[in-house]
Protein backbone atom coordinates (compact mmCIF):
# COMPACT_ATOMS: atom_id res chain seq x y z
CA UNK A 1 0.00 0.00 0.00
CA UNK A 2 1.11 3.25 -1.19
CA UNK A 3 -0.18 6.95 -1.98
CA UNK A 4 -0.02 10.18 -2.08
CA UNK A 5 -2.12 13.54 -1.95
CA UNK A 6 -1.44 17.21 -1.45
CA UNK A 7 -3.14 20.19 0.63
CA UNK A 8 -2.09 23.43 -0.15
CA UNK A 9 -0.98 26.17 2.58
CA UNK A 10 -3.47 28.13 3.72
CA UNK A 11 -3.03 32.09 4.56
CA UNK A 12 -5.78 33.34 7.01
CA UNK A 13 -6.12 37.20 7.07
CA UNK A 14 -9.46 37.40 9.17
CA UNK A 15 -11.00 34.92 11.76
CA UNK A 16 -13.86 34.70 14.42
CA UNK A 17 -13.83 31.92 16.74
CA UNK A 18 -17.30 29.51 16.62
CA UNK A 19 -17.32 27.61 20.00
CA UNK A 20 -19.15 24.46 19.72
CA UNK A 21 -18.87 21.13 22.02
CA UNK A 22 -19.03 19.53 18.74
CA UNK A 23 -15.88 19.33 17.03
CA UNK A 24 -17.23 18.79 13.96
CA UNK A 25 -19.42 22.33 14.63
CA UNK A 26 -16.72 24.61 16.08
CA UNK A 27 -14.57 25.92 13.90
CA UNK A 28 -13.73 29.47 12.41
CA UNK A 29 -15.69 32.41 10.15
CA UNK A 30 -13.16 34.51 8.25
CA UNK A 31 -11.16 35.25 5.28
CA UNK A 32 -8.32 33.57 3.54
CA UNK A 33 -6.51 32.43 0.69
CA UNK A 34 -4.24 29.03 -0.20
CA UNK A 35 -1.14 29.38 -1.83
CA UNK A 36 0.57 27.31 -4.66
CA UNK A 37 3.04 25.64 -1.83
CA UNK A 38 1.74 23.01 0.37
CA UNK A 39 2.14 19.62 2.27
CA UNK A 40 2.57 16.69 0.57
CA UNK A 41 1.56 13.38 2.58
CA UNK A 42 3.04 9.62 1.36
CA UNK A 43 1.44 7.20 3.17
CA UNK A 44 2.98 3.20 3.32
CA UNK A 45 2.21 0.34 5.43
CA UNK A 46 4.57 -0.02 8.61
CA UNK A 47 5.07 -1.98 11.56
CA UNK A 48 4.37 0.66 13.56
CA UNK A 49 2.19 4.09 13.10
CA UNK A 50 5.25 6.88 12.87
CA UNK A 51 5.22 9.86 11.42
CA UNK A 52 8.22 12.44 9.67
CA UNK A 53 7.98 15.89 8.86
CA UNK A 54 10.55 17.07 5.76
CA UNK A 55 12.40 13.54 7.08
CA UNK A 56 12.60 14.01 10.49
CA UNK A 57 10.50 11.64 12.80
CA UNK A 58 8.24 14.55 14.44
CA UNK A 59 5.16 13.75 17.37
CA UNK A 60 2.55 15.30 14.82
CA UNK A 61 -0.83 14.55 16.99
CA UNK A 62 -3.05 15.89 14.54
CA UNK A 63 -2.31 14.13 11.98
CA UNK A 64 -1.92 10.74 14.47
CA UNK A 65 -5.50 11.59 14.95
CA UNK A 66 -6.29 11.06 11.26
CA UNK A 67 -4.58 7.96 11.15
CA UNK A 68 -6.30 6.79 14.45
CA UNK A 69 -9.55 7.91 12.85
CA UNK A 70 -9.07 6.18 9.27
CA UNK A 71 -6.26 3.22 9.30
CA UNK A 72 -7.33 -0.33 10.81
CA UNK A 73 -3.39 -0.91 10.78
CA UNK A 74 0.03 0.73 11.03
CA UNK A 75 0.96 3.16 8.37
CA UNK A 76 4.21 5.08 7.96
CA UNK A 77 3.36 8.88 7.13
CA UNK A 78 5.96 10.69 5.79
CA UNK A 79 4.70 14.84 5.03
CA UNK A 80 7.38 16.99 3.36
CA UNK A 81 7.05 21.05 2.72
CA UNK A 82 8.79 23.79 1.74
CA UNK A 83 6.77 26.03 4.19
CA UNK A 84 7.61 26.35 8.26
CA UNK A 85 5.40 24.74 10.73
CA UNK A 86 3.68 27.20 13.27
CA UNK A 87 4.33 29.89 10.53
CA UNK A 88 1.06 30.69 10.20
CA UNK A 89 0.34 28.63 6.57
CA UNK A 90 -1.91 26.13 7.80
CA UNK A 91 0.81 23.07 8.14
CA UNK A 92 -1.27 21.14 10.62
CA UNK A 93 -4.23 21.67 8.58
CA UNK A 94 -2.79 20.70 5.63
CA UNK A 95 -0.90 17.83 6.68
CA UNK A 96 -4.27 16.56 8.16
CA UNK A 97 -6.23 17.01 5.04
CA UNK A 98 -3.45 15.35 2.71
CA UNK A 99 -3.18 12.53 5.03
CA UNK A 100 -6.53 11.42 5.08
CA UNK A 101 -6.93 12.10 1.21
CA UNK A 102 -3.86 9.92 1.09
CA UNK A 103 -4.97 6.79 3.51
CA UNK A 104 -8.36 6.96 1.78
CA UNK A 105 -6.75 6.20 -1.48
CA UNK A 106 -4.06 4.31 -0.41
CA UNK A 107 -6.99 1.85 1.98
CA UNK A 108 -9.65 1.94 -0.26
CA UNK A 109 -11.74 3.55 2.02
CA UNK A 110 -14.35 5.30 -0.53
CA UNK A 111 -15.67 7.75 1.67
CA UNK A 112 -17.06 11.04 0.07
CA UNK A 113 -14.85 13.82 0.24
CA UNK A 114 -16.68 15.90 3.01
CA UNK A 115 -16.35 12.88 5.12
CA UNK A 116 -12.20 13.50 4.00
CA UNK A 117 -12.25 16.72 5.12
CA UNK A 118 -14.21 16.57 7.78
CA UNK A 119 -11.90 13.95 9.17
CA UNK A 120 -8.89 16.68 8.88
CA UNK A 121 -10.74 19.41 10.77
CA UNK A 122 -12.26 17.33 13.62
CA UNK A 123 -8.26 16.42 14.08
CA UNK A 124 -7.19 19.83 13.98
CA UNK A 125 -10.08 21.45 16.84
CA UNK A 126 -9.27 18.14 18.64
CA UNK A 127 -5.88 19.11 19.28
CA UNK A 128 -6.34 22.67 19.41
CA UNK A 129 -3.97 23.02 15.95
CA UNK A 130 -6.32 25.35 13.90
CA UNK A 131 -9.58 26.26 13.41
CA UNK A 132 -10.77 27.19 9.46
CA UNK A 133 -7.77 26.62 7.61
CA UNK A 134 -9.33 22.52 6.51
CA UNK A 135 -11.84 24.52 4.95
CA UNK A 136 -9.32 26.72 2.70
CA UNK A 137 -7.59 23.84 1.73
CA UNK A 138 -10.32 21.71 1.00
CA UNK A 139 -12.18 23.96 -1.15
CA UNK A 140 -8.82 26.38 -2.47
CA UNK A 141 -8.66 30.17 -3.60
CA UNK A 142 -9.03 33.59 -1.61
CA UNK A 143 -12.40 32.65 0.34
CA UNK A 144 -15.18 33.99 3.17
CA UNK A 145 -16.65 31.37 5.52
CA UNK A 146 -19.79 33.33 6.83
CA UNK A 147 -21.82 30.21 7.94
CA UNK A 148 -21.88 29.24 11.41
CA UNK A 149 -21.82 25.58 12.20
CA UNK A 150 -20.46 24.16 9.19
CA UNK A 151 -16.80 24.14 8.88
CA UNK A 152 -16.62 23.50 4.80
CA UNK A 153 -18.78 26.10 3.79
CA UNK A 154 -17.31 29.22 2.05
CA UNK A 155 -17.61 31.29 -0.89
CA UNK A 156 -14.95 32.34 -3.15
CA UNK A 157 -14.12 36.18 -3.38
CA UNK A 158 -14.09 37.42 -7.25
CA UNK A 159 -10.30 37.33 -6.50
CA UNK A 160 -7.39 36.34 -9.05
CA UNK A 161 -4.68 34.26 -9.19
CA UNK A 162 -1.98 36.40 -8.27
CA UNK A 163 1.54 36.85 -6.69
CA UNK A 164 1.88 37.22 -2.76
CA UNK A 165 4.97 38.35 -0.98
CA UNK A 166 5.39 36.82 2.71
CA UNK A 167 8.33 36.79 5.47
CA UNK A 168 8.06 34.85 8.43
CA UNK A 169 10.04 35.92 11.30
CA UNK A 170 8.84 33.12 14.48
CA UNK A 171 5.63 31.13 15.50
CA UNK A 172 2.45 32.27 17.61
CA UNK A 173 0.98 28.93 19.27
CA UNK A 174 -2.51 28.44 17.63
CA UNK A 175 -3.04 26.22 21.23
CA UNK A 176 -2.72 29.46 23.37
CA UNK A 177 -4.63 31.93 21.69
CA UNK A 178 -7.80 30.11 20.54
CA UNK A 179 -7.83 28.56 23.91
CA UNK A 180 -7.71 31.63 26.18
CA UNK A 181 -11.02 33.36 26.95
CA UNK A 182 -9.59 37.10 26.65
CA UNK A 183 -8.10 36.44 23.60
CA UNK A 184 -11.23 35.22 21.93
CA UNK A 185 -14.12 38.10 22.79
CA UNK A 186 -11.20 40.65 21.56
CA UNK A 187 -11.08 38.70 18.42
CA UNK A 188 -14.56 38.12 17.44
CA UNK A 189 -15.60 41.66 18.13
CA UNK A 190 -12.92 42.81 15.90
CA UNK A 191 -13.89 40.02 13.48
CA UNK A 192 -17.59 41.44 13.08
CA UNK A 193 -16.31 44.12 11.53
CA UNK A 194 -13.97 42.89 9.37
CA UNK A 195 -16.37 40.60 8.00
CA UNK A 196 -18.98 43.07 7.19
CA UNK A 197 -16.53 45.25 5.56
CA UNK A 198 -15.62 41.76 3.37
CA UNK A 199 -19.01 41.11 2.74
CA UNK A 200 -19.43 44.69 1.51
CA UNK A 201 -16.97 44.17 -0.89
CA UNK A 202 -17.63 40.85 -2.33
CA UNK A 203 -21.19 42.36 -2.96
CA UNK A 204 -20.34 44.69 -4.91
CA UNK A 205 -17.57 42.73 -7.34
CA UNK A 206 -14.34 44.40 -5.98
CA UNK A 207 -11.91 42.28 -7.33
CA UNK A 208 -8.64 43.71 -5.97
CA UNK A 209 -7.21 41.45 -3.31
CA UNK A 210 -5.49 44.88 -1.52
CA UNK A 211 -8.87 46.05 -1.22
CA UNK A 212 -9.07 42.60 1.16
CA UNK A 213 -5.49 43.18 2.77
CA UNK A 214 -5.83 46.38 3.73
CA UNK A 215 -9.57 44.80 6.33
CA UNK A 216 -7.44 42.17 6.84
CA UNK A 217 -4.55 44.30 8.88
CA UNK A 218 -6.84 46.38 10.44
CA UNK A 219 -8.37 43.41 11.78
CA UNK A 220 -4.81 42.51 12.81
CA UNK A 221 -4.62 45.62 14.97
CA UNK A 222 -8.41 45.42 16.50
CA UNK A 223 -8.07 41.86 17.33
CA UNK A 224 -4.92 42.78 19.43
CA UNK A 225 -2.53 40.15 18.04
CA UNK A 226 -0.07 42.63 15.29
CA UNK A 227 2.33 42.61 17.79
CA UNK A 228 5.51 42.42 16.03
CA UNK A 229 8.13 44.93 15.40
CA UNK A 230 8.93 43.74 12.50
CA UNK A 231 5.64 42.86 11.07
CA UNK A 232 4.71 46.36 11.99
CA UNK A 233 7.35 47.99 10.17
CA UNK A 234 6.85 45.81 7.47
CA UNK A 235 3.21 46.51 6.76
CA UNK A 236 4.04 50.48 7.06
CA UNK A 237 6.69 50.64 4.40
CA UNK A 238 4.50 48.49 2.14
CA UNK A 239 1.29 50.92 2.33
CA UNK A 240 4.07 53.62 2.01
CA UNK A 241 4.52 52.44 -1.53
CA UNK A 242 1.33 51.59 -2.26
CA UNK A 243 0.40 48.25 -1.67
CA UNK A 244 -1.46 46.64 0.94
CA UNK A 245 0.21 44.07 3.98
CA UNK A 246 -1.34 42.46 6.86
CA UNK A 247 -0.26 39.63 9.14
CA UNK A 248 -0.82 36.02 8.82
CA UNK A 249 -3.18 34.69 11.17
CA UNK A 250 -1.32 32.88 13.60
CA UNK A 251 2.45 33.73 13.01
CA UNK A 252 4.48 36.71 13.58
CA UNK A 253 4.61 36.87 9.55
CA UNK A 254 3.26 39.24 6.77
CA UNK A 255 2.05 39.11 3.73
CA UNK A 256 1.48 41.63 0.65
CA UNK A 257 0.42 42.05 -2.59
CA UNK A 258 3.81 43.50 -3.52
CA UNK A 259 7.75 42.82 -2.98
CA UNK A 260 9.61 44.20 0.02
CA UNK A 261 13.27 43.17 1.73
CA UNK A 262 13.59 39.90 2.59
CA UNK A 263 10.49 38.63 1.44
CA UNK A 264 9.57 35.80 -0.16
CA UNK A 265 7.46 35.11 -3.09
CA UNK A 266 4.38 32.81 -3.13
CA UNK A 267 1.30 32.89 -5.65
CA UNK A 268 -2.43 32.73 -4.53
CA UNK A 269 -4.10 29.62 -6.32
CA UNK A 270 -7.16 27.72 -6.38
CA UNK A 271 -5.80 24.78 -6.25
CA UNK A 272 -7.34 22.43 -3.59
CA UNK A 273 -6.64 19.44 -1.63
CA UNK A 274 -6.14 16.02 -4.01
CA UNK A 275 -4.92 12.89 -4.46
CA UNK A 276 -1.55 12.25 -6.65
CA UNK A 277 -0.48 10.34 -9.25
Same mark, same amino acid.
Given at each position: ?180 ? *?? $????? &? #??? =? +? ?8 ? %? ?45 ? *?? $????? &? #??? =? +? ?8 ? %?????
Amino acid at each position: MKAAAFAPGNVSGVFKIVHDDDPRRMHSLGMGFTVSEGVTATVTEAPATEVSFNGEVFDFPTVRHVVEALASRPVRVMLESPLPLSGGFGLSGASALATAYALDAGLGLGLDENAIGMTAHVAEVTNLTGLGDVCGQFRGGCLAKTVPGDPLASVALPVAEQAVFYRYFSPIRTREIIGHP *GH $ATRIN &A #AAD =G +ALAEIDELAG %AGVSAFGEYVSVAKRFSIESGLLRHSEVRRIIEEVEAHGGAASMIML *GN $AVFAT &A #AFE =G +AKETRLTRHR %ARVMG
